[in-house]
Nanobody
């Protein structure tokens, strides 16, 4: 399984970006896809997750109402639409796939595969 994240960049505060995470690999199938982020000197933290089947979504409180996670099953791609960006959103964003069902969606230990990360920088 390979996860390819893209869409990061530099944006001013209040702006928007859309991240994409394309999954590939023979017979790729997962229960949940998640987005995490890691700022310099900080631990990787949960941002959002979505269940492939049914589309249930979950968000960190810090992004609720500003970010939207979605998926395109036909393309095996997950998106993270980020609006009203703030300087504190600056981080490397990683997508992750959970192929073994686990309930702790906010834990990095619940995911089996990770993308390479894409940098998001929000200027004030």
């Amino acid at each position: 399984v390979q996860l390819q994240a893209s869409g990061g960049g530099l944006v001013q505060a209040g702006g928007s970006l859309r991240l994409s995470c394309a999954a590939s690999g023979r017979s790729f199938s997962s229960y949940y896809m998640g987005w995490f982020r890691q700022a310099p000197g900080k631990e990787r933290e949960f941002v959002a997750a979505i269940r492939w089947s049914g589309g249930m979504t979950y968000y960190a409180d810090s992004v609720k109402g500003r970010f939207t996670i979605s998926r395109d099953n036909a393309k095996n791609t997950v998106y993270l639409q980020m609006n009203s960006l703030k300087p504190e959103d600056t981080a490397v964003y990683y997508c992750a796939a959970q192929v073994v069902l686990r309930v702790l969606l906010r834990s990095i230990n619940s995911y089996d595969y990770w993308g390479q990360g894409t940098q998001v920088t929000v200027s004030s």
